[in-house]
């Protein structure tokens, strides 16, 4: 028999990649929010190894797409240059994840550098109440 560990271990965007296939939108957009909220608490140091590896495909381009700019994005903010894997991930029409009017707008004035690149508009907001 062996014992379980409870030690607790934050969540990496190779898990949220895993955790997002299959999920619906209420659900996988609760995951990012998680992933940034322990994201967020990891000292600074121990933050680069929550984005090494790459995630699996999670069924859904729009989404592959969206680890890489998220990951990129985190890693930006702490003054670090993105994962080498993110650079290969990009669409090729845009993506607005909140598709009203205002919301539309709202990204494409409002996108992360890392998100607009890749053609996935989501306002920074969007991002921090995920």
């Given amino acids: 028999m062996t014992e379980r560990s ?3 271990e934050p969540m990496t965007v190779a898990r949220l990649g895993t ?5 619906d939108d209420s659900v996988r957009w609760r995951l990012v929010a998680e992933f940034l909220e322990e ?21 859904d381009e729009h989404w592959d797409v969206f680890l890489a700019a998220l990951a990129e994005h985190v890693a930006a903010r702490d ?6 894997w993110a650079g290969s991930r990009s669409l090729h029409r845009f993506w607005f994840p909140f598709n009203g009017r205002a919301a539309r707008v709202d990204a494409v004035v409002h ?8 053609g996935v508009f989501v306002a920074r907001q969007e991002l921090e109440v995920a």
């Fill in 19 to 23: 955790l997002l296939a299959g999920a």
């Fill in 79 to 84: 003054g670090r240059d993105g994962p080498a």
């Fill in 111 to 118: 996108a992360p550098a890392a998100f607009r690149r890749r």
């Fill in 39 to 59: 994201y967020r608490w990891e000292p600074a140091r121990s933050r680069t190894a929550l984005l090494e590896d790459e995630p699996a495909r999670t069924g």
């Fill in 6 to 8: 409870n030690v607790y």
